[in-house]
């Protein structure tokens, strides 16, 4: 392969990063979805502080399990956590249901991000993510200089 042919194909590169990101951020979107999960289920935010405890009412009128808040009542918003595209390169980790937040008033998402905010990943488990973005950004840009 010559110069030109290098400086070419050098000059498809950010077009091929994105549309690698993207790719692999749908193909990995269960991944990493199922690591949010887990973070809720020990009531663990993406600042890497937990939430607060149930409070004694929760626990004895509502049937809420002892310590950390961990939106799980039905198992349905846990089971709806998902990696939703916004635009290129912009994902958001959200849920499909969350109806057990029907009784209020405002907009649902932005009420779960002010009380719990339990969106989001951990700094470990975002080294994860790049990880595996890296791995497949190598495997597909390495076609270009092949």
């Known amino acids: 392969m010559d110069i030109n042919q290098s400086v070419k194909r050098l000059r498809k590169y950010p077009i091929a990063v994105q549309k690698s990101t993207d790719k692999s951020m749908k193909k990995n979107s269960a991944r990493i979805a199922k690591m949010n999960v887990q973070q809720m289920e020990v009531g663990l935010k993406a600042d890497g502080t937990y939430q607060d405890y149930y409070s004694d009412v929760s626990v004895s009128k509502y049937g809420k399990e002892p310590g950390y808040i961990k939106l799980k009542d039905t198992g349905k918003f846990h089971q709806g956590v998902t990696l939703k595209k916004e635009k290129q390169n912009e994902f958001l980790l959200t849920s499909k249901d969350n109806s ?40 597909d840009i390495k076609t270009l200089f092949v």
């Open 100 to 139: 057990y937040l029907s009784d209020v008033g405002q907009n649902k998402t932005e009420y779960l991000d002010f009380m719990y905010d339990p969106f989001g990943l951990t700094d470990s488990n975002l080294d994860i993510t790049v990880d595996i973005l890296y791995e497949d950004l190598y495997t």
